[in-house]
């Protein structure tokens, strides 16, 4: 039998989506172990002058207990 733990958590990028989810995803493997699934919960941008200045992702981290 396995268990998980979710984690919220949110990265930006000035490139695009994607680019926040990998770095979201990068940021994370860095302390969270036997990551498993990303939910991306939410999308924002922010504008500055009429244009496109920043991507945010909210997204949930699903990862697997040690045992």
């Given amino acids: 039998m396995s ?3 979710v984690s919220e958590i ?7 989506f994607e ?3 990998q770095q979201g995803l990068a940021r994370a493997n ?3 172990r036997n990551i ?3 939910w991306i919960k939410e999308q924002q ?5 009429g244009k ?11 990862f697997e207990l040690d045992a």
């Fill in 3 to 5: 268990v998980a733990k």
């Fill in 10 to 16: 949110s990265a930006t990028s000035k490139t695009s």
């Fill in 19 to 21: 680019d926040a989810i």
């Fill in 30 to 32: 860095k302390t969270i």
């Fill in 36 to 38: 498993r699934s990303l």
């Fill in 45 to 49: 941008v922010r504008v500055t002058g």
């Fill in 52 to 62: 496109i200045s920043e991507y945010q992702v909210n997204m949930l981290v699903t």
